[in-house]
């Protein structure tokens, strides 16, 4: 197992670097002039020069992009275009809301799908399993921001019940920080609720048809046993693989759920750094949601071990 999980370790360095690379040309390569947006529309000639040579971006690409790789190797991400603060120390200050909600996604989903997908397998066709389905289309057809804004009048307009929008970090106390998480997180897992449901109904069904599985009913297996230890377990892979793209994908979520609910995370970041062609920031929050996606494919190809020991050889 551990000669495994080093190969794959050692597969994604390459990947890594390849991924550095392309940030980086992409965004030299897309039209614009961060010095003219911090110049403004009244700049000389001279003072647009003046900018770009503090920036260097008057220097060759091959130039820029071996002192970007020379920074980020010593964990350097340079500092914002229009702040002047260091891109790292920016990342840090609003990193706390996103992994609030990512993390409290990632729970509800797990908590709230798998089950459903249990349920609905255990009656194919059934009561039970026709609801799991039509709450799982529903959820996949609504998108996020139309979910959040129902959320919001619902349970803060009509009701009272929780905030509109805004964010607590939980030094300002518990309640506090997780009422304002509420709402966005029903809105972002609706979507993973739906696709972690469907696959684990799915891949428990296709388990369930195999041959141990009869056998172990003709023994008198209990079926709570026989659903939980053999089909669920067997079915792991294609859940874990879904939970992980799931993960994975939760970038996108939160950059719509930030804005709808005006969370200080790094979906807002984002946004607010394309707006303004701030280089470096963007770079930088790329680069760490390609790496984070790149890490998370390699946790997941690790929990495949766990499941299934065959894939280790």
């Not at 965004?27 to 110049?39: C, S």
């Given at each position: 197992m551990l000669s495994y999980v080093l190969k794959r370790v050692l597969s994604s360095v390459p990947v890594m670097i390849v991924v550095a690379v392309v940030i980086f040309a992409l965004?030299?390569?897309?039209?614009?002039?961060?010095?003219?947006?911090?110049?403004g529309n009244d700049a000389t000639a001279e003072q647009l020069a003046k900018i770009r040579e503090s920036l260097e971006l008057d220097e060759p690409i091959l130039?820029?992009?071996?002192?970007?790789?020379?920074?980020?190797?010593?964990?350097?991400?340079?500092?914002?275009?229009?702040?002047?603060?260091?891109?790292?120390?920016?990342?840090?200050?609003?990193?706390?809301?996103?992994?609030?909600?990512?993390?409290?996604?990632?729970?509800?989903?797990?908590?709230?799908?798998?089950?459903?997908?249990?349920?609905?397998?255990?009656?194919?066709?059934?009561?039970?399993?026709?609801?799991?389905?039509?709450?799982?289309?529903?959820?996949?057809?609504?998108?996020i921001f139309v979910t959040g804004y129902v959320l919001i009048y619902l349970f803060a307009l009509k009701l009272g019940w929780l905030p509109v929008q805004g964010y607590r970090p939980p030094g300002d106390g518990l309640w506090s920080f997780a009422q304002r998480l509420i709402l966005p997180v029903l809105a972002l897992s609706g979507v993973?609720?739906?696709?972690?449901?469907?696959?684990?109904?799915?891949?428990?069904?296709?388990?369930?048809?195999?041959?141990?599985?009869?056998?172990?009913?003709?023994?008198?297996?209990?079926?709570?046993?026989i659903l939980l230890r053999h089909a669920l377990r067997n079915a792991a892979v294609p859940i874990v693989t879904i939970i992980g793209i799931g993960i994975a994908s939760l970038i996108t979520g939160v950059v719509v759920t930030e804005s709808v609910f005006n969370l200080p995370g790094l979906g807002r970041l984002v946004v607010e750094a394309v707006l303004a062609r701030d280089y470096p920031v963007i770079q930088g929050l790329i680069?760490?949601?390609?790496?984070?996606y790149i890490l998370i494919n390699l946790v997941v190809d690790i929990l495949y071990t766990v499941f299934d020991p065959r894939i280790r050889y």
């Open positions: 965004l030299r390569l897309t039209p614009g002039d961060p010095a003219a947006v911090l110049a130039v820029q992009l071996l002192t970007w790789f020379r920074n980020l190797l010593a964990g350097d991400l340079g500092e914002s275009l229009l702040s002047g603060i260091p891109v790292v120390r920016m990342i840090g200050e609003r990193v706390g809301p996103t992994l609030a909600l990512a993390a409290g996604t990632i729970s509800v989903t797990i908590l709230v799908a798998i089950p459903m997908g249990i349920v609905a397998a255990r009656r194919p066709g059934g009561v039970l399993d026709r609801m799991v389905m039509a709450l799982s289309v529903l959820g996949f057809s609504v998108p993973y609720v739906a696709l972690v449901a469907r696959i684990t109904r799915s891949s428990i069904i296709e388990v369930l048809g195999e041959d141990y599985i009869r056998t172990a009913r003709a023994k008198g297996a209990p079926e709570r046993r680069l760490l949601f390609s790496f984070t």
